[in-house]
């Protein structure tokens, strides 16, 4: 069987590393970013089952990127989960319309946590 593919855009690189080593001992193939412009490239290389996506980021907002990806036809149907430290009233309110599958706040989510959200998302979209 072929493993689910995840992109990771995530700018704290303890963070980044501590999500990308749980998600390859749970099966899945990862690929990472820590830039919105850098991780646009690498989804539309990779093209993942799913994008796990940080809101505050330098240089492009993960909000900014998530509407380039949207704005493209494979990109429009890709779920994404914001994993942000980004509370949901300070969320830019764009995240509405852009068809987010699920607002994880970090600090309230542990890896084990976020490896079953990835499997809920993808079941749902079955």
Request: proline share 5%.
């Amino acid at each position: 069987m072929t493993p689910v593919k995840v992109t990771i855009i995530e700018d704290e690189l303890s963070i980044l590393r501590m999500y990308k080593t749980k998600l390859e001992i749970e099966g899945f193939s990862v690929s990472t970013a820590s830039r919105g412009s850098e991780g646009l490239k690498i989804i539309r290389t990779h093209q993942p089952d799913i994008v796990l996506l940080d809101l505050r980021m330098p240089g492009m907002n993960g909000d900014e990127m998530l509407a380039k990806l949207r704005a493209e036809d494979w990109g429009a149907a890709v779920p994404v989960v914001i994993l942000t430290n980004v509370s949901r009233d300070e969320a830019p309110s764009s995240l509405r319309f852009l068809g987010v599958s699920r607002y994880i706040v970090k600090a309230h989510c542990t890896p084990k946590q976020l490896v079953e959200t990835i499997h809920l998302v993808l079941a749902s979209m079955r």
